[in-house]
């Protein structure tokens, strides 16, 4: 025999084991828990369990108090159904989880101990059209009083009604239906043995209408001289005295506690309307839906947002200044920023927009510390979202209700942590979210940190327009070329440099040797840093831009300290430069003005990264063969500005004093050290050129010179980024004379006064004002003017 399941066909044999149920009569279609604890019908089971099917026979027996009922107290009518799960229980019961797959007739009893075996023939139910009128009608008539029998009784969950309404096919429809009223066996018995789908839908509905009269009933029963309106409006008198005399201490009733809330809440006109709407919706659904819970969590999210309150904001530009210095070294620009902030905040109101800031610059300088310290200072609440490594544009809107565990979005969700409308929200990382098929979340910060937009900000969990005019962003980035120009266009980049020396070194003092004697338990009675100690640790054991490593290594001391005094050694210990090496073993980097020298074809370029400034050693050798060779993992750009300078080299020979006939029987060797590192960019343009002249002509090139410049092909040189952080690199490596574009000139006000006096900028127009100044020894040759003859033009 077969059966039709979801669409498989499911063949089963004549002759099964037989399972008697009671109370309860198994459907088609029907998944349910059933615990079998007789012994006959325990061996049933395992019978059927040993079979590749798993199927077994299920059929209600007539007296639910008989222990074991003969073959004649059992329905003749039956299921049968697949076990899909079976466990045994610690008492020797088991619990099995089976489905109904066919309606069959038992035929007669094969076998009667040590468990029942009938043979059986499958019951076709009769086949009738689902769109006629009179099937249809009746159909609709089951579901409306369904619907009715659902709002009346409690017991009959509203989820019932979205499945019927995917469910096309009558008898399905009826059997559906019936097994999840309470029915009596001997009813639901009949319902199995109609094979007419339309006469079971016609008894369904006469059974449905029964018990809508019971409940009508039993309601005037309790309020005999009340119309419906009339008693809903005596309960709610009747729920309202209850709750007067209630306690402090006893619970209140959650719907009411949820509107006093949102009245509390002080809301904007659309949202407390969508608020209150959800409310009432709550207030008519079962308990134990699906969706009561997501509307539950929905306005637990409405009532937990800040929808007016405000921190009361710190408008003391004194205090502001005071706490900004007191955390931070230096930043002048940015301080300044929020200073003016305070000021128009001060003159303005509290009508003020809150600024949207991006701190770019390398790790470890201060950017994300500094949000944290600009909330102090202006006395709003911080809030940090990360937005490294996200790709998923629901990250920023949410997700919307309709689906399994959705979630407001990211600023959402800082909001309610806030408890303000106007706290400081760090974005922190900025530049490094990504996107993919999911949708690309730079996109969606478009409307965030627009200031037009992000007043009527529209998450799509929440759904209503939230206003985040107030929220004071700072968006943190380490490269800004990774963010997209739109959002760049929406933000004030303040760029932040590296430190110089002098400044790590102050910054030590003042924070970073203080923070770390605090967390590796050591006073100023057990140990001592003597600026030449501090200076050691900057030269010999960091190389970057930011503090990260220099505050690593001041620990790292403060620990050797720690272990020394544990070991029962009190004595004070005074860090000076040899005991730094001492302690921290030899000093990774080397001073490299030591070992520096004139030499050919080397010349020192400088690079900006997205740690900070680099110097950038250039070397260049020539040898027998022809053409250019580029080594050391050069980018497209490098490579053109280095063909580009060859261009103009070739172009220029004479003036350069380079034999033409060099170029065909030299092969030149140009070399980018850390071959391991990607290099790119058009700033190493001019330190090319000078290599390569170098070792065209010869000649020297002073070490004491670094340098930076784009090349063109006519030999101009044109101006770069980077300009601060690649001086300080340079005054790390100890050179102080620097050629730089003539037209970043205007670039040197950023750096400060004392580190300008240290260094000596030559700004240049042309690539033969670097050779003058690089090259020992050097001159262009000076061609000899020759008169041009005048031409006569015939009239």
């Known amino acids: 025999m077969v059966s039709n399941l979801g669409g498989d066909q499911i063949e089963f044999r004549d002759e099964l084991p037989l399972l008697p149920v009671r109370d309860i009569v198994v459907y088609p279609f029907m998944i349910l828990p059933l615990f079998v604890g007789r012994e006959s019908s325990v061996l049933a089971v395992e019978e059927a369990i040993n079979n590749f099917d798993r199927l077994i026979v299920l059929s209600s027996q007539k007296d639910i108090q008989t222990e074991n009922p003969d073959p004649s107290e059992i329905y003749d009518v039956a299921t049968v159904a697949m076990i899909m799960r079976m466990r045994k229980l610690p008492d020797g019961r088991i619990k099995i989880l089976v489905q109904g ?25 009769q086949t009738i059209d689902s769109q006629e009128a009179e099937v249809q009608a009746i159909v609709r008539n089951v579901k409306e009083k369904l619907e009715k029998v659902i709002q009346s009784s409690k017991t009959l969950s509203p989820d019932i009604l979205m499945v019927l309404e995917d469910i096309e096919d009558p008898g399905r429809l ?43 009933a039993q309601n005037k029963f309790r309020n005999p001289n009340e119309s419906n309106t009339d008693h809903e409006d005596f309960l709610k008198e009747q729920i309202r005295s209850i709750r007067s005399d209630l306690t402090e201490n006893e619970e209140v009733d959650e719907f009411t506690e949820m509107r006093e809330k949102l009245n509390q809440k002080n809301l904007p006109g659309e949202v407390a309307k969508e608020a209150f709407k959800q409310l009432s919706r709550l207030e008519r659904m079962h308990p134990e839906s699906s969706e009561s819970n997501i509307l539950r969590g929905y306005l637990e999210w409405m009532i937990d947002l800040p ?56 790790p470890g300088v201060g950017k994300t510390s500094l949000g944290k310290s600009i909330a102090r200072a202006t006395g709003r609440k911080f809030v940090r979202i990360s937005l490294g490594g996200v790709k998923d544009e629901s990250e920023i809107r ?46 969606a910060l478009l409307e965030v940190l627009d200031p037009e937009q992000n007043v009527s900000f529209r998450d799509n969990y929440v759904n209503v327009p939230y206003d985040l005019s107030n929220v004071m962003f700072i ?53 001592e840093f003597s600026d030449e100690a501090l200076i050691q640790v900057i030269k010999g054991f960091t190389r970057e831009a930011g503090l990260r490593n220099l505050e690593r290594q001041i620990g790292s001391l403060c620990r050797k300290v720690a272990k020394k005094i544990a ?51 250039i070397e260049a050798t020539k040898m027998k063969g022809k053409g250019v060779t580029l080594t050391g993992k050069l980018g497209e750009t490098m490579k053109e500005s280095a063909q580009a300078a060859m261009g103009f080299i070739r172009s220029k020979a004479d003036v350069l004093g380079i034999d033409e006939n060099v170029f065909e029987e030299n092969e030149i060797h140009i070399h980018l050290p850390a071959g391991a590192i990607p290099k790119d960019g058009p700033s190493a343009g001019i330190t090319l050129a000078t290599a390569i002249v170098s070792v065209l002509t010869d000649s020297f090139i002073s070490s004491d010179i670094a340098m930076t410049g784009e090349i063109t092909l006519t030999g101009k040189v044109l101006p770069v980024g980077g300009i601060k952080e690649k001086c300080l690199a340079a005054m790390r490596a100890g050179i102080n004379t620097i050629i730089i574009p003539w037209k970043n000139q205007k670039d040197l006000v950023e750096i400060p006064e004392q580190y300008r006096k240290k260094i000596n900028f030559v700004p240049v127009r042309n690539v033969m004002e670097v050779l ?8 262009p040759v000076k061609k000899k003017k020759t008169k041009k003859k005048s031409s006569l033009r015939a009239a």
């Open 475 to 527: 968006a943190t980035a380490n490269v800004l070329q990774n963010i997209p120009e739109p959002l760049m266009d929406r933000m004030e980049v303040i760029q932040l440099s590296g430190y110089s020396q002098e400044e790590k070194l102050e910054i030590s003092k003042r924070y970073l040797v203080p923070k770390q004697k605090e967390e590796n338990g050591v006073n100023d009675d057990q140990i």
């Open 398 to 443: 949410g997700h919307r209700r309709t689906y399994v565990g959705a979630m407001p979005g990211r600023f959402i969700q800082a909001m309610k942590q806030a408890g303000t409308v106007n706290p400081v929200i760090m974005l922190d990382e900025i530049d490094k979210m990504g996107s993919d098929y999911k949708g690309d979340p730079s996109s």
């Open 174 to 216: 009826a059997d559906l239906i019936a097994s999840n009223l309470s029915l009596r066996v001997t009813e639901a018995q009949i319902i199995l043995e109609t094979v007419n789908p339309k006469d079971r839908l016609v008894y369904i509905d006469e059974l449905l209408g029964k018990e809508i009269e019971i409940l009508e």
């Open 567 to 617: 070991t029962g050694k009190n004595d004070k210990t005074h860090l000076l430069a040899n005991t730094v090496d001492e302690l921290l073993g030899p000093a990774p980097y080397a001073h490299e003005e030591d070992a520096r020298y004139d030499e050919i074809g080397v010349v020192t370029g400088l690079a900006w990264t997205s740690a900070g400034g680099e110097i950038l050693p």
């Open 101 to 125: 797959l066919n309606k069959v007739r038992i035929l007669q009893y094969e076998e009667l101990t040590p468990y029942y075996k009938v043979k059986i023939s499958k019951v076709e139910s």
């Open 772 to 779: 003058e100044l690089a090259l020992n020894n050097w001159e």
């Open 307 to 362: 929808w007016s309150e405000l921190s009361e904001e710190i408008v003391d530009m004194e205090y502001a200044q005071e706490v900004l210095d007191e955390d931070h070294f230096d930043l002048n620009k940015i301080k300044e920023r929020i200073l003016e902030h305070l000021a128009v905040r001060s003159l303005k109101g509290p009508k003020t927009k809150g600024p949207i800031l991006c701190f770019a610059g390398p």
